[in-house]
T-cell receptor, first 112, second 113 residues
Framework: DQQVKQNSPSLSVQEGRISILNCDYT??????FLWYKKYPAEGPTFLIS?????DKNEDGRFTVFLNKSAKHLSLHIVPSQPGDSAVYFC???????????FGQGTRLTINP | SQTIHQWPATLVQPVGSPLSLECTVE??????LYWYRQAAGRGLQLLFY??????ISSEVPQNLSASRPQDRQFILSSKKLLLSDSGFYLC????????????FGPGTRLTVT
């Protein structure tokens, strides 16, 4: 049972344009969502997060949007840079659960 | 600042051999600790997590086991490796309370031949 889904395995974007990565979830009990970035042969690094009491959180070039009614979140990267090429994972958690549920990841490629 | 170490970085083991991967965290006390596996082309699968010494929760029944002999040490083991155990193993830590963020180590690439 995949509770967190990233339906696009890959995405290719031109440098300078906006990258939009999507994530859907099925468990309405999730109350916190995170995005991680992973380079090959390295551990994922935390990027940005959002609580379910918010619908938007911004940090520099990265913005996460949460649509609770649709059980959907997205990560916007503007402008996209070559160093953004990586695999992006969304993750979700329930307060008190002390663990994360990850999506399958989306490989983002930024083309010069 | 906090640091998480994993070793070895890469490992090639024959089928049927034992496994021991080690993870240690520095700069924090009483962390939650996690073991994940990323199989080729797949997402991150939570294998085990621990909220304290000797406390292990298993997420997926399998050929692996975990132990936490010290507060900041987490060990992943197997008595007999299978081909399907190949993958990229990641250790992570988080604060015990009021924090969802997990912080990952550099990972171990395990190839079972």
């Amino acid at each position: 049972d995949q509770q967190v889904k990233q339906n696009s395995p890959s995405l290719s974007v031109q440098e300078g344009r906006i990258s939009i990565l999507n994530c859907d979830y099925t468990n309405s009990m999730f109350d916190y969502f995170l995005w991680y970035k992973k380079y090959p042969a390295e551990g994922p690094t935390f990027l940005i997060s959002i609580s379910s009491i918010k619908d938007k959180n911004e940090d520099g070039r990265f913005t996460v949007f949460l649509n609770k009614s649709a059980k959907h979140l997205s990560l916007h990267i503007v402008p996209s840079q070559p160093g953004d090429s990586a695999v992006y994972f969304c993750a979700a958690s329930i307060q008190g659960a002390q663990k994360l549920v990850f999506g399958q990841g989306t490989r983002l490629t930024i083309n010069p | 600042s906090q640091t998480i170490h994993q070793w070895p970085a890469t490992l090639v083991q024959p089928v049927g051999s034992p496994l021991s991967l080690e993870c240690t965290v520095e700069g924090t006390s009483n962390p939650n600790l996690y073991w994940y596996r990323q199989a080729a082309g797949r997402g991150l699968q939570l294998l085990f997590y621990s909220v304290g010494i000797g406390q292990i929760s298993s997420e997926v029944p399998q050929n692996l086991s975990a132990s936490r002999p010290q507060d900041r040490q987490f060990i992943l083991s197997s008595k007999k490796l299978l081909l399907s155990d190949s993958g990229f193993y990641l250790c992570a830590w988080s604060l015990r309370t009021d924090s969802y963020e997990q912080y990952f180590g550099p990972g171990t690439r395990l190839t079972v031949t």
